[in-house]
Protein backbone atom coordinates (compact mmCIF):
# COMPACT_ATOMS: atom_id res chain seq x y z
CA UNK A 1 0.00 0.00 0.00
CA UNK A 2 2.50 2.15 0.72
CA UNK A 3 4.28 2.06 -2.54
CA UNK A 4 1.08 2.60 -4.48
CA UNK A 5 0.62 5.95 -2.09
CA UNK A 6 4.16 6.26 -2.74
CA UNK A 7 3.52 5.94 -7.34
CA UNK A 8 0.52 8.40 -6.60
CA UNK A 9 2.25 10.84 -5.04
CA UNK A 10 5.54 11.02 -7.54
CA UNK A 11 2.81 10.96 -10.54
CA UNK A 12 1.04 14.12 -8.96
CA UNK A 13 4.39 15.98 -7.96
CA UNK A 14 5.51 14.84 -11.70
CA UNK A 15 2.36 16.52 -13.48
CA UNK A 16 2.29 19.60 -11.33
CA UNK A 17 5.44 20.81 -11.53
CA UNK A 18 4.99 20.68 -15.17
CA UNK A 19 6.15 24.89 -16.45
CA UNK A 20 4.03 26.61 -18.05
CA UNK A 21 5.87 29.30 -18.85
CA UNK A 22 7.21 27.78 -22.08
CA UNK A 23 3.11 27.53 -23.80
CA UNK A 24 3.29 28.02 -27.33
CA UNK A 25 0.53 29.77 -29.01
CA UNK A 26 -0.95 29.09 -32.05
CA UNK A 27 -3.75 29.43 -34.29
CA UNK A 28 -4.98 27.80 -38.21
CA UNK A 29 -5.52 30.02 -40.93
CA UNK A 30 -5.74 28.86 -44.41
CA UNK A 31 -2.83 29.95 -46.76
CA UNK A 32 -3.62 31.96 -50.38
CA UNK A 33 -3.77 28.90 -53.25
CA UNK A 34 -1.82 30.16 -56.02
CA UNK A 35 -1.91 27.30 -58.62
CA UNK A 36 -2.87 23.28 -58.66
CA UNK A 37 -1.17 20.68 -61.34
CA UNK A 38 -3.83 18.60 -61.84
CA UNK A 39 -4.63 15.87 -64.66
CA UNK A 40 -6.38 16.51 -67.72
CA UNK A 41 -8.64 13.41 -67.11
CA UNK A 42 -8.72 10.48 -64.21
CA UNK A 43 -9.36 6.95 -64.68
CA UNK A 44 -12.22 5.76 -62.02
CA UNK A 45 -10.02 3.39 -59.48
CA UNK A 46 -6.87 4.84 -59.96
CA UNK A 47 -5.15 7.20 -57.30
CA UNK A 48 -3.22 10.52 -58.21
CA UNK A 49 -0.91 12.99 -56.56
CA UNK A 50 -2.15 16.74 -56.71
CA UNK A 51 0.92 19.12 -56.44
CA UNK A 52 -0.25 22.19 -55.00
CA UNK A 53 1.54 25.73 -54.91
CA UNK A 54 0.64 28.48 -51.82
CA UNK A 55 2.14 31.59 -50.49
CA UNK A 56 3.76 31.11 -47.29
CA UNK A 57 3.16 35.14 -45.99
CA UNK A 58 5.97 34.91 -43.06
CA UNK A 59 8.23 32.85 -40.47
CA UNK A 60 5.55 32.57 -38.23
CA UNK A 61 3.45 30.48 -40.46
CA UNK A 62 3.67 26.47 -41.26
CA UNK A 63 1.99 24.46 -43.72
CA UNK A 64 0.14 21.42 -41.87
CA UNK A 65 -1.54 20.01 -44.45
CA UNK A 66 -5.02 19.99 -46.55
CA UNK A 67 -8.71 19.85 -45.45
CA UNK A 68 -10.54 18.11 -48.13
CA UNK A 69 -14.03 18.61 -47.75
CA UNK A 70 -16.76 16.49 -50.03
CA UNK A 71 -19.57 19.06 -50.43
CA UNK A 72 -21.03 16.69 -52.81
CA UNK A 73 -20.50 13.39 -54.81
CA UNK A 74 -17.61 14.97 -56.72
CA UNK A 75 -17.26 18.33 -55.48
CA UNK A 76 -14.27 18.73 -53.32
CA UNK A 77 -13.34 22.39 -51.56
CA UNK A 78 -9.56 22.42 -50.58
CA UNK A 79 -8.15 24.54 -48.45
CA UNK A 80 -4.16 24.79 -47.62
CA UNK A 81 -4.18 25.05 -43.84
CA UNK A 82 -1.30 26.67 -41.61
CA UNK A 83 -0.60 26.61 -38.28
CA UNK A 84 0.65 30.36 -37.35
CA UNK A 85 2.35 30.46 -34.39
CA UNK A 86 2.17 33.84 -31.83
CA UNK A 87 5.71 35.24 -30.98
CA UNK A 88 6.90 37.69 -28.83
CA UNK A 89 9.30 39.09 -31.76
CA UNK A 90 7.28 40.44 -34.74
CA UNK A 91 7.89 37.77 -37.44
CA UNK A 92 9.49 38.43 -40.97
CA UNK A 93 7.75 39.04 -44.12
CA UNK A 94 8.52 35.73 -46.71
CA UNK A 95 5.78 35.72 -48.87
CA UNK A 96 7.60 32.72 -50.73
CA UNK A 97 5.47 30.06 -53.07
CA UNK A 98 5.81 26.18 -51.63
CA UNK A 99 4.45 23.25 -53.02
CA UNK A 100 2.84 20.73 -51.29
CA UNK A 101 1.05 17.46 -52.50
CA UNK A 102 -1.64 15.44 -51.34
CA UNK A 103 -3.47 12.05 -52.91
CA UNK A 104 -6.40 11.89 -54.90
CA UNK A 105 -8.67 8.38 -54.99
CA UNK A 106 -11.01 8.39 -57.95
CA UNK A 107 -13.76 6.55 -56.92
CA UNK A 108 -16.75 7.89 -59.43
CA UNK A 109 -17.50 8.06 -62.83
CA UNK A 110 -19.24 11.72 -62.77
CA UNK A 111 -16.74 14.53 -63.18
CA UNK A 112 -14.98 15.68 -60.34
CA UNK A 113 -15.30 19.74 -59.38
CA UNK A 114 -12.12 20.98 -57.22
CA UNK A 115 -12.37 24.01 -55.61
CA UNK A 116 -9.50 25.50 -54.25
CA UNK A 117 -9.64 28.44 -51.65
CA UNK A 118 -7.49 31.38 -52.94
CA UNK A 119 -8.06 33.83 -50.34
CA UNK A 120 -10.94 36.26 -49.88
CA UNK A 121 -12.43 38.99 -51.88
CA UNK A 122 -13.11 42.87 -50.81
CA UNK A 123 -15.77 41.99 -48.93
CA UNK A 124 -14.36 39.43 -46.71
CA UNK A 125 -15.58 36.25 -48.75
CA UNK A 126 -13.98 33.24 -49.81
CA UNK A 127 -12.49 33.30 -53.59
CA UNK A 128 -11.79 29.40 -55.12
CA UNK A 129 -10.29 28.04 -58.11
CA UNK A 130 -12.04 26.21 -59.60
CA UNK A 131 -11.28 22.99 -62.03
CA UNK A 132 -13.08 20.26 -63.35
CA UNK A 133 -11.85 17.00 -64.18
CA UNK A 134 -13.72 14.32 -66.59
CA UNK A 135 -13.64 10.83 -65.69
CA UNK A 136 -12.52 8.00 -67.46
CA UNK A 137 -13.79 4.59 -67.45
CA UNK A 138 -11.24 1.50 -67.78
CA UNK A 139 -13.59 -0.99 -68.20
CA UNK A 140 -14.95 0.34 -71.31
CA UNK A 141 -11.84 0.34 -73.30
Known amino acids: ?46 IYTIKVTYLRPDNCTYFEGFDVVREEVTTRNIVAVAAVFDKEEECVA ?33 TYLEITVPVNDPSTD
Do not use: W
Not at 11 to 33: G, K, P, R, V
Not at 97 to 111: I, N, R, S
Open 94 to 126: LNTEQVATFKFEVLYQDPYLFRYRTGKDENGEP
Open 1 to 46: MKKMLFLMFTAIALLSSCDTDNDINFHYEALEIKSVEMPESFNRGD
